[in-house]
Nanobody
Framework: QLVDSGGGLVQPGGSLRLSCAVS????????IAWFRQAPGKEREGVAC????????NYADAVQGRFTIFRDNAKNTVYLQMNRLEPEDTAVYFC?????????????????WGQGTQVTVSS
């Protein structure tokens, strides 16, 4: 089970940290990704971390602003989002795949969180 949290309303240029609490399996056995879905748009990948956390990938739109990282002791994955823009407004989902590498192919992910709303607006 994945439980997303940490969303909210933030002004442009602000920061948020999303959390994804994992239960029922060991975090370091899975690759993890964050996806987002804006109204009227398809769900898209924004950041992912390989099983051993040695590799991370980011969508071009968030490169340099977002960071995905894990706390294996807490079985939790985070998405640190800085310099937020109105275009980042979406529902954010974490997802887990029983694979070594990570990518943004949604069909490869076995488990999904329920989503947390992020709204960037002045």
């Amino acid at each position: 089970q994945l439980v997303d949290s940490g969303g909210g309303l933030v002004q442009p240029g602000g920061s948020l940290r999303l959390s994804c609490a994992v239960s029922g399996f060991t975090l370091n056995s899975y690759s993890i990704a964050w996806f987002r879905q804006a109204p009227g748009k398809e769900r898209e990948g924004v950041a992912c971390s390989s099983r051993n956390d040695n590799n991370q990938n980011y969508a071009d739109a968030v490169q340099g602003r977002f960071t995905i990282f894990r706390d294996n002791a807490k079985n939790t994955v985070y998405l640190q989002m800085n310099r937020l823009e109105p275009e980042d407004t979406a529902v954010y989902f974490c997802a887990a795949a029983n694979r070594w590498q990570c990518d943004f192919a949604r069909s490869r992910y076995d488990y999904w969180g329920q989503g947390t709303q992020v709204t960037v607006s002045s």
